[in-house]
């Protein structure tokens, strides 16, 4: 599994490949308990540039980092 990114700071276009997917669909992080959607998010972050890291801390909602996951 690989995310494209543009970046227009450096006119450059960024992937990020995952030795395998953090999550099945959509309907896998609409019922994941938020232990495991805060999982999924570092996981994604880890593989992240920091610019386009997910919010997952404490005072972030459930919904936001789900909405976050879904526009990668």
């Keep these: 599994v690989a995310l494209q990114t543009a970046s227009l700071s450096t006119d450059s276009i960024i992937i990020t490949s995952f030795q395998r997917a953090p999550f099945c669909c ?5 019922t994941m308990p938020r ?4 999982q ?4 994604i972050n ?3 540039p920091k610019a386009l890291q997910i919010a997952c801390g ?3 909602e459930d919904a ?4 976050a996951i879904e526009v990668l």
Excluded at 26 to 30: G, N, P, R, S, T
Excluded at 35 to 38: A, Q
Excluded at 40 to 43: D, E, Y
Excluded at 64 to 67: A, S, V, Y
């Design 64 to 67: 936001d980092i789900r909405r």
């Design 40 to 43: 999924v998010a570092q996981s």
């Design 26 to 30: 959509h309907e896998d992080l609409v």
């Design 46 to 48: 880890g593989r992240l």
């Design 35 to 38: 232990p495991e959607l805060v």
């Design 58 to 60: 404490d005072d972030v």
